[in-house]
């Protein structure tokens, strides 16, 4: 697994990624082709902030592009993590390595010293992620299930 930059090319793996089944906790619909298009523009843009206020890298197995996942960064250096797995490939474990890599990242090269993360009750599995890559459960807000990890200096 390894996480890495979006590129064009990856348009259709993107649209498929944020299909029908993976949608629904995430509030919107699937997206179009043309939507996904539209999205790796804006991920490369953001990417070429100075800081960066949020990052979206590709989950990659061997080639195949089986998700993404996001940091956000705020000034304060706190930092919010997501992520999304194309149908097909969940129960694998790659959600939890994807964001335990994150979760280094956020503190080497995006320099944050605090992560939170939420999912919708319902979403068992999207807490299972986030206990395994270590973050602690700190209640509920919202409707939606709230935790935090801080991050080693
Ligand atoms: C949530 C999501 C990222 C999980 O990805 P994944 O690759 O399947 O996650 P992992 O395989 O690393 O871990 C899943 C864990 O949830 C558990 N799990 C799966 N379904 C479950 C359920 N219904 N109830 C409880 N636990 C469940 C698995 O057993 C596993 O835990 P384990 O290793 O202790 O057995 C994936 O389902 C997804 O992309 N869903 C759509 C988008 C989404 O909901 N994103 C999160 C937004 S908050």
């Known amino acids: 697994m390894a996480l890495r930059s979006l590129t064009a090319a990856d348009v259709p793996a993107v649209r498929r990624i944020y299909g029908k ?3 629904r906790f995430l509030g919107r619909g699937s997206m179009t082709g043309r939507e996904a298009q539209e999205y790796v523009a804006r991920v490369q843009r953001w990417h070429l902030a100075d800081p960066v206020e949020q ?7 061997g080639c195949d592009l089986v998700g993404v ?3 956000g960064c705020r000034p304060d250096r706190h930092g919010r993590v997501s992520y999304v797995l194309r149908e097909g490939c969940w129960g694998r ?3 939890t390595e994807a964001v335990r890599e994150l979760v280094g990242f956020a503190s080497t ?4 010293v605090s992560l939170g993360a939420r999912h919708h009750p319902d979403n068992a599995s999207s807490g299972r992620v986030l206990a395994k ?3 602690t459960r ?7 299930i709230e935790y935090s990890l801080l991050l080693d200096c």
């Open 21 to 23: 089944a993976s949608v």
């Open 133 to 135: 890559a270590g973050f």
């Open 69 to 71: 996942v996001k940091l």
């Open 93 to 95: 474990g790659y959600a």
């Open 109 to 112: 090269t995006a320099g944050l």
């Open 55 to 61: 990052y979206v890298l590709g989950v990659d197995i």
């Open 138 to 144: 700190i209640g509920a807000r919202d409707g939606m």
